[in-house]
């Protein structure tokens, strides 16, 4: 079974630090795109972040550059998300998604919680 | 940023109409553009691609259309596990930008 599964998330303090995990099983990892994508509570969807199959190829939202951090180890089929200087707006679930012609597989997400 | 609008915000139906969802992009995304269903409480799930490719195990009810900067996403009966909310989203251009969302509800 194609399977995504996101670990990592809680409750942080502004300013601080968080990594989440997503865990990819059923497929050939490594040749995929991947993704994250973000919703905060009660709003819509909202891109954050994509990597190309080697890791060399990174994108991210303007509300995230230099503070978040996308990067895979296709030996372990895993992606990752560090997220530093974690604001209250940062507060959302995030999903990993695989992108292939759109983004055809979602883990279940994971939930971060940005508050003092 | 290529900026999605969708439309209607809320769309009101009942169960055997024709639903017809928008999405206008401000820049063309050529054919570029993916439609994804939400349901309360569970992750995304891609409906079409690419404008009018249905995603697999996908009904036929669903049908996508457009390109440029006009799309359109039709359900040509609906069903009661159709009403949810519903995404567009471009992979044009980095950003790969979503719509707002419309919210498809029983009437």
């Known amino acids: 079974e194609v399977q995504l599964v996101e670990s990592g998330g809680g409750l942080v303090q502004p300013g601080g630090s968080l990594r989440l995990s997503c865990a990819a099983s059923g497929f050939t990892f490594s040749n995929y795109w991947m993704s994250w994508v973000r919703q905060a509570p009660g709003k819509g969807l909202g891109w954050v972040a994509n990597l190309n199959q080697d890791g060399s190829d990174k994108y991210y939202a303007d509300s995230v550059k230099g503070r978040f951090t996308i990067s895979r180890d296709n030996g372990k089929n895993l992606l990752y998300l560090q997220m530093n200087s974690l604001r209250a707006e940062d507060t959302a679930v995030y999903y990993c998604?695989?992108?292939?012609?759109?983004?055809?597989?979602w883990g279940q997400g994971t939930t971060v919680t940005v508050s003092s | 940023e290529i900026v999605l609008t969708q439309s209607p915000a809320t769309l009101s139906l009942s169960p055997g109409e024709r639903a017809t969802l928008s999405c206008r992009a401000s820049q063309s995304v050529s054919s570029y553009l993916a439609w994804y269903q939400q349901k309360p409480g569970q992750a995304p799930r891609l409906l079409i691609y690419?404008?009018?490719n249905r995603a697999t195990g996908i009904p036929a009810r669903f049908s996508g259309s457009g390109s440029g900067t006009d799309f359109t996403l039709t359900i040509s009966s609906l069903e009661p596990e159709d009403f949810a909310v519903y995404y567009c989203q471009q992979r044009s251009n980095w950003p790969h930008t979503f719509g707002q969302g419309t919210k498809l509800e029983i009437k």
């Open positions: 998604a695989r992108d292939r012609d759109g983004k055809d597989v």
């Open positions: 690419d404008a009018y």
